[in-house]
């Protein structure tokens, strides 16, 4: 069940980036992570409630890294997506997933080979295309949105580090708290909270799918996903977020299409897809030599 819980994962985070671009707009940033993370934590602790007795001390700080990386990823994209359309924030996220490879480099000694590099340049080419003006100058919500990038990447070679040998679901309730903390903090520190009168119907729904599918349902899948997967095949499987943002966006946001951003889009789709596969579905398989007899 690993792949398909992360290719469901990455439907519900693309169809969300429409849904958060009109939250964005009202409520300031951290206090919107904050509601989704609080409530996924509070939701998904009640649900895994016969799991708390496997709980041991190392928790905490294993769940405080990997909440620290989300709520880095998660602040930084939200803020992006503010100075940015939901498509290009989309695709842009997706950068992490050519990032992986060379990070986990880093960390297990693991060298990226020729498709990883070429997936690089490929993937510099898209960026190029998606994020550079007719004036050749980038937009700041495109340059944090591939910060997020990075701390995407770092937080899905966190998972592979920390999580084996724990129960992920309590693991990911930690990761959760952690980063509804963060969220908290910062937002009473640099932000006004929201008014109570923005709550209506429409705006509760928004916040109801963003906590419990986009948040709580959508991070445990990656979770429990990669926990059965190498971090450079959940990567290229959650990249496909990105293509659904795009389709969500253009049917239900209105974000216009350009030849430039298809010839960009497509450039990083085929960056992420050679990184992943190193295009073993090109070559031909040998043909076995018949036997004897």
């Known amino acids: 069940m690993a792949k398909p819980m992360l290719f469901i994962a990455a439907f519900i985070w693309g169809s969300s980036f429409f849904i958060m671009k009109g939250a964005v707009d009202s409520i300031p940033v951290f206090f919107l992570l904050a509601i989704r993370f609080t409530g996924g934590a509070a939701l998904l602790a009640l649900l895994c409630w016969k799991k708390w007795k496997n709980l041991t001390g190392d928790y905490v700080w294993r ?24 498509s290009k924030n989309a695709f842009l ?20 080979d020729k498709f990883n590099i070429m ?37 899905i070679v966190a998972v592979a580090k920390v999580s084996p ?66 971090p450079s095949s959940a990567a290229v499987i959650l990249s496909l977020e990105s293509v659904f943002g795009v389709l969500c966006s253009v049917i ?21 897809i050679c990184s992943e596969t190193k295009f073993s579905f090109l070559r031909k398989k040998p043909v076995p030599e018949p036997s004897e007899g």
Not at 93 to 105: D, K, Q, R, S
Request: net charge negative.
């Open 165 to 230: 040998g724990k129960d992920i679901y309590l693991l990911t309730v930690f990761q959760f708290a952690f980063a509804a903390l963060f969220a908290w903090i910062l937002g009473f520190l640099f932000q006004e909270p929201p008014p109570l009168s923005i709550f209506n119907t429409d705006m509760v729904v928004q916040l109801l799918y963003l906590t419990v599918m986009a948040t709580t349902v959508a991070l445990l899948f990656q979770n429990v996903g990669q926990f059965w997967s190498e």
């Open 252 to 272: 239900f946001y209105g974000d216009p299409v350009s030849l430039q951003l298809v010839a960009g889009f497509v450039l990083i789709f085929v960056a992420v």
């Open 119 to 155: 997936a690089a340049v490929l993937c510099v080419a898209g960026v190029g295309f998606v994020s550079l003006n007719g004036d050749f100058s980038i937009t700041w919500g495109d340059a944090l949105t591939l910060c997020c990038a990075i701390f995407y990447a770092s937080h």
């Open 63 to 86: 769940g405080a890294v990997m909440g620290a990386l989300l709520f880095l990823a998660y602040s930084v994209q939200t803020f992006g997506l503010a100075g940015t359309t939901p």
């Open 93 to 112: 996220t997706a950068v992490y997933c050519v990032i992986v490879p060379f990070l986990y480099w880093l960390v297990a000694k693991k060298r990226p």
